[in-house]
């Protein structure tokens, strides 16, 4: 790091490297966390003496506390100190990550991944703000695509991992696995991490109102999305209770906000038009990314018949294509304008969502690999530049903010994307099972032939004519559900790809970076 760079800030010249592999172990470990349990659901359930339903709060409860304090990260660090709160998450996360493995119920699991996902919630803005201050400008880029890996690949390779211990081991080490990569998190902290000097002692009045609304609105909005699908959405009315409280929580929590003089989220750094551009063009990338995440094992599993780990390995190409992807965005942001990478990024996953969008049940495994080579390239062209450009307006002092609200968002995103797809699935199957159904009549002659084939077919393996009839309607039914689900997937990838597409003209509104120091936020 430059001399004057440690003069303006206050921290020990360090290699920034040691300083971007101590933010990555710690941020690639929380973010790993919010996908790698899915797979181990029914192993907890089997184990707890517990439904797969109920063994989704484990899910749930970790996202709630994980929203909730995150968009507080930049008001916490700036009254406890940056290094103390990296510190005390850290420790609070693999603590409970330990506790979790250890669970005899599953309401002592659930009240671990609270805390679990609360001490989680400020490691990635954390994370950011201090590889910010770590590189020199001309090495953001690099430095950018280096720490970015960890949140593209991490939520791509939970699944596997997940499945991988899960079926050699156990579900605990799912949890146990982080203990030493958060004990060497803590070393690596302590060891290369410190704090501007413009962060230290800036004690403030707590907002108490701030706060409580804030619990009151995301946890709300948090728990609607992840059980919105479950419960049918507003023919519930634990649902319906929800959506009226998460819209008084968050509409009482940004008026109250705007007005005190000391606000745990700070929402002046919407009035630079890059920022707020930005981070609604990364709320509509984790929608679509985090939605395509969920759909593509579900389709392999569901239909294909892939098993969970297989379905993992088919998925891992958009992984690895984003980890060659990241170095080289990185060198390329320093020589070409961070929006033309960026409007070539949203083109590509727009293309790789239309791919996937025109499979069919007789898919390959090597079909899904060059379409998910495409979107972890593109991802690749999204992420860096658009974490580059939303930046570029905010002052180093209001960089902590702007990193939590930037992080909210594409957690809201990922989360409202989750829901949306997952419901947009459901509907569509049911539409397309009525259309197919309709052409499937006792009157027609293909029909009438399928019948006796499955019939003759039932017979030859012992079955009677009565039972051979009823199992040849049945197997016709089965074909009909299979189609419908199919073309229900292919829908909701296109729906993907028409956002992805919707979302372009917005580039032109961001302004192009100055590349002054500071000008690059990681995402």
């Not at 203990?179 to 413009?198: A, C, E, H, K, R």
């Not at 634990?238 to 009482?252: C, K, Q, R, S, Y």
């Not at 002659?445 to 030859?460: D, H, R």
């Amino acid at each position: 790091m430059p001399p004057e760079s440690k003069q303006t800030t206050g921290v020990p010249n360090i290699n920034p490297w040691l300083v971007a592999i101590a933010v990555m172990s710690s941020t690639f470990m929380e973010v790993l966390d919010t996908t790698v349990v899915n797979v181990s659901l029914p192993h907890i359930a089997g184990s707890l003496s517990a439904t797969t339903d109920e063994a989704t709060w484990t899910l749930t409860s970790y996202l709630v506390a994980n929203a909730i304090i995150l968009p507080m990260t930049g008001w916490l660090a700036s009254n406890f100190g940056r290094k103390r709160l990296l510190i005390a998450s850290v420790v609070g996360f693999t603590t409970a990550s330990f506790f979790c493995g250890l669970a005899p119920s599953l309401g002592f699991l659930i009240a671990f991944r609270i805390v679990q996902g609360a001490c989680g919630g400020g490691l990635q803005p954390l994370s950011q703000a201090i590889l910010l201050e770590a590189f020199p400008p001309e090495k953001r880029g690099q430095a950018m695509a280096f720490w970015a890996l960890g949140i593209v690949v991490a939520p791509m390779l939970g699944p596997v991992a997940g499945g991988w211990l899960t079926d050699n081991y156990s579900w605990r080490w799912v949890f146990y696995i982080n203990v030493p990569i958060g004990v060497i998190s803590i070393i690596l902290t302590q060891m290369y991490i410190f704090d501007p000097s413009y962060l230290r002692k800036k004690a403030s009045q707590i907002d108490y109102w701030g706060i409580s609304l804030l619990v009151l609105g995301i946890g709300c909005l948090q728990v609607l999305l992840d059980k919105g699908q479950e419960d049918d959405w507003f023919s519930s009315q634990f649902i319906l209770t929800l959506a009226v409280l998460a819209a008084v929580g968050i509409i009482g929590l940004v008026i109250r906000e705007l007005k005190t003089d000391h606000p745990i989220i700070d929402l002046g750094v919407f009035k630079y038009r890059s920022f707020a551009v930005g981070t609604f063009l990364m709320t509509i990338v984790g929608f679509v990314l985090y939605g395509s995440t969920v759909l593509l094992p579900l389709l392999m599993q569901l239909l294909l018949g892939y098993t969970a780990t297989y379905a993992g390995i088919t998925n891992l190409p958009r992984g690895m294509a984003s980890f060659l992807a990241m170095p080289i965005v990185g060198i390329l942001t320093a020589k070409v304008d961070s929006r033309k990478l960026l409007g070539t990024g949203i083109l590509s996953v727009a293309v790789a969502m239309y791919i996937l969008s025109q499979f069919s049940l007789n898919v390959g495994f090597w079909n899904f690999w060059w379409a998910l080579i495409l979107q972890g390239a593109a991802l690749g062209l999204v992420f860096v530049p658009l974490t580059t450009v939303t930046n570029d307006p905010i002052p180093k002092e209001r960089m902590g903010n702007a990193t939590s609200l930037f992080n909210l968002m594409r957690n809201i995103g990922a989360s409202v994307g989750i829901s949306t797809v997952e419901t947009y699935q459901v509907r569509a199957q049911q539409r397309h099972t009525h259309d197919l159904g309709a052409h499937v009549t006792a009157a027609s002659p293909t029909v009438q032939n399928l019948i006796a084939s499955f019939k003759s077919y039932f017979m030859s393996q012992g079955a009677d004519a009565v039972t051979a009839t009823h199992r040849a309607y049945g197997a016709i039914w089965g074909m009909v559900q299979r189609q419908a689900a199919m073309m229900a997937y292919n829908d909701t990838f296109m729906l993907l790809a028409i956002m992805f597409v919707a979302v372009f003209p917005f580039i032109f509104l961001l302004s192009k970076p100055k590349g002054k120091p500071g000008s690059a936020m990681v995402h």
